[in-house]
T-cell receptor, first 112, second 116 residues
């Protein structure tokens, strides 16, 4: 069975640009969450989606947005990139909210 | 609000020695507890979880953890480590009900380095 897949694996952007990261959950999983992991720190919660609706948002600026599609895949968008947005972005899926979360390999975003 | 404290940022240990990685949390509500492992340039893999029931939880790769509600701790242990256990370990908590259900709060991580 395929796990959580994220694309792209690596990305380099310049300040001020916009980026879209993609996540495909495990088949049958209806909840997708996004986390930002800055080097040397633990992951920080950004968004949670369940059944295509936003169910939670972390302490991130409005430059960050996300959505979940009818097939439960998800996109994370970040506008007006800053150097501080450089991080590993992790997607996690679970069958329901609150059940075990399975993480993808992440997308390494570098902003120069 | 939830918070997770991993008391050691780095733990060096020799192969076949025992190891304990410490984790304390604070929460005003009932929680689920998790330990994840992260190998270089990879995502997170679940080692074990405490949802309810027995406070001693066994996970993969010979790891176990004990939930201590009075001390709000969830320390990870392994009686004999291998070189392959070298990785970053994260403790995480989530509320088991309410609007933040399923949201994970992570500690800063503990780098376990196993030396031959």
């Amino acid at each position: 069975d395929a796990g959580v897949t994220q694309s792209p694996t690596h990305l380099i952007k310049t300040r001020g640009q916009q980026v879209t990261l993609r996540c495909s959950p495990i088949s049958g999983h209806k909840s997708v969450s996004w986390y930002q992991q800055v080097l040397g720190q633990g992951p920080q919660f950004i968004f949670q989606y369940y059944e295509k609706e936003e169910r939670g948002r972390g302490n991130f600026p409005d430059r960050f947005s996300a959505r979940q599609f009818p097939n439960y895949s998800s996109e994370l968008n970040v506008n007006a990139l800053l150097l501080g947005d450089s991080a590993l972005y992790l997607c996690a899926s679970s069958e329901q909210r609150g059940t075990e979360a399975f993480f993808g390999q992440g997308t390494r975003l570098t902003v120069v | 609000a939830q918070s997770v404290t991993q008391l050691d940022s780095q733990v060096p240990v020799f192969e076949e020695a025992p190891v304990e990685l410490r984790c304390n949390y604070s929460s005003s509500v009932s929680v689920y507890l998790f330990w994840y492992v992260q190998y270089p340039n990879q995502g997170l893999q679940l080692l074990l979880k405490y949802l309810s029931g027995s406070t001693l939880v066994k996970g993969i790769n010979g790891f176990e953890a004990e939930f201590n509600k009075s001390q709000t701790s969830f320390h990870l242990r392994k009686p004999s480590v291998h070189i392959s256990d070298t990785a970053e370990y994260f403790c995480a908590v989530s509320e088991n009900r309410g609007s933040t259900l399923g949201r994970l709060y992570f500690g800063r991580g503990t780098q376990l380095t196993v030396w031959p």
